[in-house]
Antibody, heavy 122, light 112 residues
């Protein structure tokens, strides 16, 4: 079955750059319409959509965080990487990756990773 | 800044019916916003329920349905079960030159 798993540091210092990796299985980012995105959730707060990369390397970013985010993919490794610069304590959150697909007249999000809690503290 | 608004909390009795809504600060929500709905229980990752307004995933229980209602996206639970107590989030798509997605603030559904 389709799985996704987030990995990376669980503690970063303010002003540092965060690099998270999403490793997935049982689907390919070379398949037309398929994408992988990142979402985060501060403790006790709502979900926040961050970024998305599609099979054709098309990229989408949250307007409010666009300047700090970079998303890339490695199709051969079945991985998607999110880079967030200039980390601040308010960026403390559980970061999730999820699969998305665009087909026919639908846009859907279906499978999610378990999430990784990233704490920003000196 | 684009804001997606949901009811902060709702309460429903077991076996009852409840409708959660999802509004956009940009105006009426249409099918072109491709509303997706998710359920999240404490300590768990979100689970997808509905996509593109009203389509169910293979694992979505039949008692969940999605629609457009009065300019909003809506998620209706019919015959609510105790295990439906959870936080529910909608996700809307904003097209244009640089498309993006926005989550609603979530609705805490209590089954009492």
């Amino acid at each position: 079955q389709i799985t996704l798993k987030e990995s990376g540091p669980t503690l970063v210092k303010p002003t540092q750059t965060l690099t998270l990796t999403c490793t997935f299985s049982e689907f390919s980012l070379s398949t037309s319409g398929v994408g992988v995105g990142w979402i985060r959730q501060p403790p006790g707060k709502a979900l926040e959509w961050l970024a998305l990369i599609y099979w054709d390397d098309d990229k989408r970013y949250s307007p409010s965080l666009k300047r700090r985010l970079t998303i890339t993919k490695d199709t051969f490794k079945d991985q998607v990487v999110l880079i967030m610069t200039n980390m601040d304590p308010v960026d403390t959150a559980t970061y999730y990756c999820a699969r998305t697909e665009a087909y026919s007249s639908s846009l859907l999000w279906d499978y999610w990773g378990q999430g990784i809690l990233v704490t920003v503290s000196s | 800044q684009t804001v997606v608004t949901q009811e902060p909390s709702l309460t429903v009795s077991p076996g009852g019916t409840v409708t959660l809504t999802c509004a956009s600060s940009t105006g009426a929500v249409t099918s072109g916003y491709y509303p997706n709905w998710f359920q999240q229980k404490p300590g768990q990752a979100p689970r997808a329920l509905i996509y593109s307004t009203s389509n169910k995933h293979s694992w979505t229980p039949a008692r969940f349905s999605g629609s457009l209602l009065g300019g909003k996206a809506a998620l209706t639970l019919s015959g609510v079960q105790p295990e439906d107590e959870a936080e529910y989030y909608c996700l809307l798509y904003y097209g244009g030159a640089q498309p993006f997605w926005v989550f609603g603030g979530g609705t805490k559904l209590t089954v009492l």
